[in-house]
């Protein structure tokens, strides 16, 4: 299926960089109560702050683009994953790097209005 296989070549990805430990996030926690997404929101930050490196994988994107392009910035795990892990690093639809978190904030301030 197609989404293993992003799965699959994300796991490439890590090993190749030299990671031996990776984490996929590849679900959505349900909104059915605010207490439940409160806490879901705490835990997932907790985990996105304590990798390594957090990659973001935006699979539409097919070379350099500007992240208010992509729908990454309407997603429930958006703000955790821009804020919490130290380094962060976007991904293209071919695994590859296209920018940092650091070298565009700018754009990402534009896109999900979230003050540098």
Partial sequence: ???????EDFFAF???RGHVCAWVDTCCD?????????????????????????FVYLHHITLRADPE?????????????LLAP?????LNQALKPFFLRKQSARNLVKATGISR
């Fill in 69 to 81: 392009r992509s729908s990454w910035v309407s997603r429930g795990w958006t703000l955790q994953q």
């Fill in 30 to 54: 349900g909104k059915k109560s605010s207490v439940e997404l409160s806490e879901a929101i705490n835990r997932m930050y907790t985990w996105y702050e304590g990798a390594g490196l957090c």
């Fill in 86 to 90: 130290a380094n962060l690093l976007f």
């Fill in 1 to 7: 299926r197609k989404g293993y296989r992003k799965v």
């Fill in 14 to 16: 890590a090993r190749e």
